[in-house]
């Protein structure tokens, strides 16, 4: 998951990057972080938690730079430590230089172990520092071309951006796995983001997105510089549209919000039932229950609400802290609940503890029958590729059926949305990673293995 941000020839780059990483939030929760380049030196602060808390305006206007790269940190398995915030900064051979990097490397282990060998020390769990040693280690003269010996030697899902201490080189792997757009200020400079939504909140105006095995070389003076440094085998990850992109985002041209909405009525199709009212497990489920409505021609109602100061709970790494947020982010209406008969409509469906406890909540709250429905095929394999589904025995439906599912968490019935249906509703002019519900790796691993940290 995680946000990256690159920010290059703006008067105020460190809080452009803020800002971004703020209205990025929902992509990372654990740590934040932001380096800024002016020319001669690199200075980066990071620290664990919220990017308003984290940081303070006298710490971004101590940044000076018109260069910024930054991050928002979601880990899967791996450590909780502060070392693991990124940036990840170094001083190598040919200056100074800082990475942030959005994915998941599928041969971490193996380049990691590789570069053991040589002797190089780890200060970090982070798949992202094996990409600085790689770097740093590199026989070639240039940077840009220490960087595509780099890319060689990594497989898996990444979007990066590196910045020296003059100039800022973006890449997107060659699937295309996780989104990444770039944008431009009116008054001069380029940014990249992981979603658009960022464009937005800072004033930018979107250009393109950035293409699945494209490396854009920034330098002060110069339009961006495009190189196609793998040729392109788009798979983007159909979970962007499911539940990780905020809605109001173009995500490789398409809408999050109106996917989610063509998702809940091909949902109300597949598996309609007869009901009074549709709920969405708010925020991430509102566009599909909005659709599941619309498709059934019933009254949709904002019928649980949401403290927003509460994190996600399908981001969070120990299942203890799932069960109590629950409890404190989600609170029923019941005089619109109470005698009804209800469908409760969700993005996914991964350990079933969340659900389990929301089926619980609207029968304690009323409800005469209520009946799950998710947007989103059964999730039957772990991800390899940066989503949290770590191992193949914490995935509900891999033990249970819908129906088993149904009767353990309460409910009255449990209906998915298929496959099929999920890639209908996407559209058929590209071939989406569907690895969650399918099994089928394109870039490596295997349907069995367990989790990994992401970059």
Avoid: W
Avoid at 321 to 342: M, Q, T, Y
């Amino acid at each position: 998951m995680c946000a990256i941000v690159g920010v290059f020839g703006a008067k105020k780059a460190s809080t452009v990057a803020y800002y971004s990483l703020f209205s990025m939030q929902h992509r990372g929760q654990e740590a934040t972080g932001i380096s800024v380049a002016n020319g001669k030196k690199i200075k980066l602060y990071k620290k664990r938690g919220m990017v308003s808390d984290v940081f303070s305006q006298a710490t971004l206007d101590s940044m000076e730079g018109s260069c910024a790269v930054g991050h928002n940190r979601y880990s899967t398995a791996g450590s909780e430590s502060a070392g693991d915030a990124q940036p990840v900064f170094a001083k190598y051979k040919l200056g100074e230089i800082s990475v942030v990097h959005n994915g998941n490397l599928i041969n971490k282990h193996e380049v990691r172990n590789e570069l053991i060998d040589k002797g190089a020390i780890f200060q970090t769990d982070m798949d992202t520092e094996n990409i600085i040693h790689l770097i740093a280690k590199s026989q070639k003269d240039a940077l840009v071309d220490r960087i595509k010996d780099m890319l060689t030697k990594i497989e898996g899902a990444y979007c990066l951006a590196i910045q020296s201490r003059k100039k800022m080189f973006v890449i997107r792997d060659r699937f295309g796995i996780r989104p990444l757009s770039l944008g431009k200020f009116k008054d001069g400079g380029y940014i990249v983001a992981s979603e658009t939504c960022a464009f937005d909140l800072v004033g930018a105006e979107f250009i393109r997105d950035v293409k699945p095995g494209e490396m854009l070389t920034f330098e002060e003076g110069k339009e961006p510089h495009s190189e196609m440094v793998f040729e392109a085998d788009y798979h983007p990850c159909a979970f962007e549209y499911i539940y990780f992109a905020r809605p109001d985002s173009i995500i490789d041209g398409k809408n999050v919000y109106e996917m989610r909405l063509e998702m809940g009525k091909r949902l109300a199709r597949e598996t309609p039932v007869d009901i009074d009212l549709v709920l969405p497990v708010p925020d991430s489920g509102v566009a599909a229950a909005k659709g599941y409505a619309d498709g059934l021609g019933v009254p949709f109602e904002m019928g649980i609400v949401r403290n927003h100061y509460v994190g996600r709970t399908f981001i969070e790494p120990t299942q203890e802290i799932r069960d109590l947020k629950v409890k404190l982010k989600l609170s029923p209406v019941k005089h619109l609940i109470a005698g009804k008969r209800v469908a409760i409509i969700d993005d996914s469906l991964v350990r079933g503890t969340t659900s389990k406890q929301i089926v619980r909540m609207l029968k304690e709250a009323g409800a005469k029958e209520v009946h799950m429905r998710i947007a989103a095929p059964e999730i039957k394999y772990p991800c390899r590729y940066g989503i949290d589904t770590p191992t193949k025995a914490e995935l509900i439906s891999t033990k249970f059926t819908p129906e088993e599912i149904a009767k353990n968490m309460g409910a009255d019935s449990l209906g998915f949305l298929s496959i099929e249906g999920l890639k209908e509703s996407l559209g058929s002019d590209r071939e989406y990673s569907l690895v969650s519900f399918d099994g089928k790796y394109f870039a490596g691993g295997n349907a069995d293995s367990s989790g990994c940290s992401v970059g």
